[in-house]
């Protein structure tokens, strides 16, 4: 009977799954993957030697260049990825559009599952693997995930890179150390905030630098190819993004688009998105609520590096295994700090610190409590669909105290995890 269970249980989660792969599919179906687009248009841009950050469509310009977001009053465009995300996405840009938004939506949920698969093949215990499945089968049914999906955004891809560092990480044999940190500099270069891995490194991964140093380098490199300035057209771009998030500057505006773009109808399709509850969840949203606006971008930023550096210095003499679930704390909560929207798809980093807490800690870590009683809360937000930005962001709030706890681990050994 004890080994029917077991099967009974993965067998419920199996299922689970795959109804929530069909909602996600029956959303993706309805909509065009609004920041998907601006991706695929960014890329096709930046192959072609034009600027993608600063991109205006017109007619009679190719509609693979169009996205009907892109607001023709702001300097930029919609695409704020670095050049190196927007090339990641170049297989995908020479297809047509509908092809790569379904091919983009299976990734997202392979990547979804490689990253569950990566973290269960390091579990020592069967309470270990029966708790990240949970918390991975739980976390598709929020609307976090539901807008992650629907909405074509990449930060599973960032999960999936990460969680390719961490566990490499937590090896206490440190074996591949220049493929691993080969990870971490590429990583930066597709996310700038994970450049705070590179003093982590400094301090506790001396042998992953050298592979760091080329990852970066190839991630700057391989877009210059394309065009030379995309880095500086990118850095303009989003300096020029960070005042007009902070100025709370968002002009309306109409402008006539053809009937069908890429052969896809744009109002029912190509333009449409489900109605999925989103709402804002950064410092500088708290800021304008209390009447600070508009507050300067770096100061606040180095409200979150300054810790970090203290953080890490004093944690200089601990082992480098118990010290991911924080590290990863510290790039969950980052994105706070930055001068740009924050969406409840950025919570799907969040299972980089559950996985790398319950491996890492002697038992069940306080601080995953608040992650797992974040997920029945995103459920509700998702089936009431409130309009309230503060019942909106209940579960990023649950997930942030979560994230916070994990900064002071007691419960976690000071010593290299167990190997696989």
Not at 226 to 236: E, G, I, L, P, Q
Not at 272 to 282: G, L, M, T
Not at 383 to 404: C, D, K, R, S, V
Request: glycine share 8%; aromatic share 16%.
């Amino acid at each position: 009977m004890k080994g029917i269970v077991p099967i009974i249980g993965w067998g419920i989660l199996g299922l689970a799954l795959l109804l929530s792969f069909g909602t996600d599919l029956m959303n993706t179906a309805q909509g065009g993957a609004i920041d998907l687009r601006n991706r695929i248009t960014g890329v096709r841009l930046l192959v072609h030697g034009i600027d993608p950050y600063h991109y205006k469509w017109h007619e009679p310009e190719p509609d693979q260049y169009c996205d009907p977001y892109n607001n023709p009053n702001l300097s930029v465009s919609k695409t704020t990825a670095t050049p190196a995300l927007l090339l990641l996405h170049l297989p995908l840009a020479v297809l047509p559009y509908r092809i790569a938004q379904f091919l983009w939506f299976f990734a997202q949920w392979g990547l979804l599952l490689g990253t569950g698969w990566l973290w269960l093949r390091q579990c020592a215990t069967s309470r270990q693997r029966g708790l990240i499945a949970l918390f991975l089968t739980g976390l598709t049914y929020t609307a976090a995930w539901r807008l992650h999906a629907e909405r074509g955004q990449a930060y599973v891809l960032l999960l999936f890179v990460f969680t390719g560092w961490l566990t490499m990480t937590l090896d206490s044999r440190q074996r591949h150390g220049f493929f691993t940190g080969f990870l971490a500099g590429f990583l930066a270069t597709l996310r700038p905030p994970f450049l705070l891995l590179v003093p982590f490194l400094a301090l506790h991964r001396r042998g992953q630098l050298l592979g760091a140093a080329a990852g970066l380098a190839l991630g700057v490199a391989l877009p210059m190819l394309a065009d030379v300035t995309c880095w500086s057209d990118y850095f303009s771009a989003m300096q020029a993004q960070s005042t007009y998030y902070r100025t709370d500057f968002a002009p309306h505006y109409q402008q006539a688009y053809p009937a069908r773009i890429e052969g896809i109808p744009t109002r029912d399709i190509l333009a449409f998105f489900v109605p999925i509850p989103f709402a804002d969840f950064s410092v500088h949203a708290f800021l304008r609520w209390l009447g600070f606006a508009p507050f300067p971008d770096w100061p606040v930023v180095l409200l979150a590096v300054i810790p970090f550096a203290v953080w890490l210095w004093l944690s200089r003499r601990q082992k480098a295994g118990s010290l991911l679930p924080a590290l990863a704390a510290w790039l969950f909560l980052i994105d706070l700090f930055l001068p740009a929207f924050r969406n409840s798809y950025n919570d799907v980093l969040i299972l980089n610190l559950v996985a790398a807490g319950l491996l890492v800690a002697k038992g069940i870590p306080w601080a995953v409590w608040p992650c797992f009683l974040a997920l029945p809360v995103g459920w509700a937000v998702y089936a009431l669909l409130p309009e309230q930005p503060w019942l909106i962001n209940l579960p990023t709030i649950f997930f942030t105290l979560g994230a916070i706890l994990f900064l002071f681990p007691p419960n976690f050994r000071q010593a290299e995890a167990r190997t696989p």
